[in-house]
């Protein structure tokens, strides 16, 4: 629990120093409102993490949080979905009483011939992104969920895959495949097999039942070489290589490197540009602490009670691989949904570290009892 928010606290003074190192040059109007934003959004993510790591302190307070992290994820899936079936966003007909619209809600895209969901997101690729995070929470729930019903045992995991498949995204395919290789191991041995040959049916499914998507989703990695979104990733380093070197250690300020100037589509990149070495170590200081941690409190519960905190250490792969792939920081639901994994796998280790305690925990992992750390 510690480690993960001193590792925040780490986080929040590296990107302060940026702040400071963005007012003391010549800076736009612009880039200050948004410097002051990415600060007050950081904030936000830190207290996000902050609730998972100190604030809970029950072991069936974090399995019901991770419970309603996996429905969440799962209707949001069911979303995607529809829209990926009927070709309508759905959402633009919400109206929420007193409030109203801050900016325009994008029609549904396509890509291949298919159109791409993006259920509540701001784009298709963040929709993705979250439901790979989600993804390993949900197997878990999957795996463990003997007191559910079995609706709601298997129903997210089997949306969240089905949506993640159909979502025509390279970004999803790869941070889902990174999120369930590092859960496998911690998988029971009983229910490896069965958890491979569900996912691997369920392609087939897709693939019979969809004529095109399997030549779609090859094409997306067949013809990575003349892609243009993959082109201009790689151009990318380019222009960030120029702008890291004006300001090596501190960097030019988080969350200034605006869209204008250019689109990085790599978050570890962009953290390069904005806030130079000390924010990137910062950031990947953090994700390994909320991995050990994650680690650490398995390793403290009987193999057959490891499900979930391996799931969380699954989420953060996968969610830290995607920060490669796209600018995450610069949309809303990636960064949040990163840092409460972070603040849980933290808040596990807080409830496992007790040796004379690892009996009761068990107990709780497997059957949601009430138990307090």
């Not at 030019?252 to 953290?271: C, E, S, V, W």
């Amino acid at each position: 629990m510690e480690r993960v928010s001193l590792a925040g606290f780490v986080l929040l003074c590296a990107v302060l120093a940026s702040y400071v190192m963005a007012t003391l040059r010549p800076i736009s109007a612009d880039e200050l409102s948004t410097a002051t934003l990415g600060v007050v959004s950081c904030l936000g993510w830190l207290g996000l993490l902050l609730l998972g790591a100190t604030m809970i302190g029950r072991a069936d307070r974090l399995t019901q949080l991770f419970d309603r992290v996996v429905l969440a994820g799962g209707l949001l899936a069911l979303l995607g979905l529809a829209q990926f079936f009927f070709h309508q966003t759905f959402i633009d007909i919400i109206q929420i009483p007193g409030l109203s619209a801050t900016q325009p809600i994008y029609g549904v895209q396509s890509r291949e011939g298919f159109t791409r969901p993006a259920g509540t997101a701001i784009h298709p690729i963040e929709f993705g992104v979250v439901l790979t995070t989600v993804l390993p929470m949900a197997i878990a729930r999957a795996i463990d969920g003997r007191e559910l019903r079995p609706v709601r045992r298997y129903f997210p995991a089997s949306a969240i895959l089905l949506a993640i498949l159909l979502s025509v995204s390279r970004s999803a395919l790869v941070c889902a495949a990174v999120g369930i290789i590092v859960c496998i191991p911690g998988w029971p041995r009983r229910a490896r097999g069965p958890i491979m040959v569900a996912c691997g049916g369920l392609g087939v499914l897709v693939f019979l039942t969809v004529p095109g998507m399997l030549g779609s989703i090859l094409g997306l990695f067949s013809g990575i070489g003349t892609d243009s979104s993959a082109q201009s990733r790689v151009d990318s380093w380019g222009f960030a290589l120029h702008y890291f070197a004006e300001s090596p250690i501190l960097g030019r300020g988080f969350a200034t490197f605006l869209p204008k100037y250019h689109i990085l589509d790599n978050q570890y990149l962009l953290l390069l540009v904005e806030m130079g070495v000390v924010g990137l170590v910062a950031v990947l200081a953090l994700v390994a602490s909320g991995l050990r941690s994650a680690f650490a409190a398995a390793s403290f519960l009987p193999p057959e009670s490891r499900v979930q905190p391996i799931a969380l250490a699954g989420g953060i792969a996968a969610a830290a691989s995607s920060l490669a792939l796209f600018d995450a920081f610069s949309f809303p639901m990636v960064p949040g949904l990163l840092f409460l994994l972070l603040g849980m796998a933290g808040g596990w280790l807080g409830c496992s570290a007790a040796p004379s305690d690892t009996g009761v925990l068990a107990a709780v992992a497997g059957r949601g009892e009430s138990y307090r750390c």
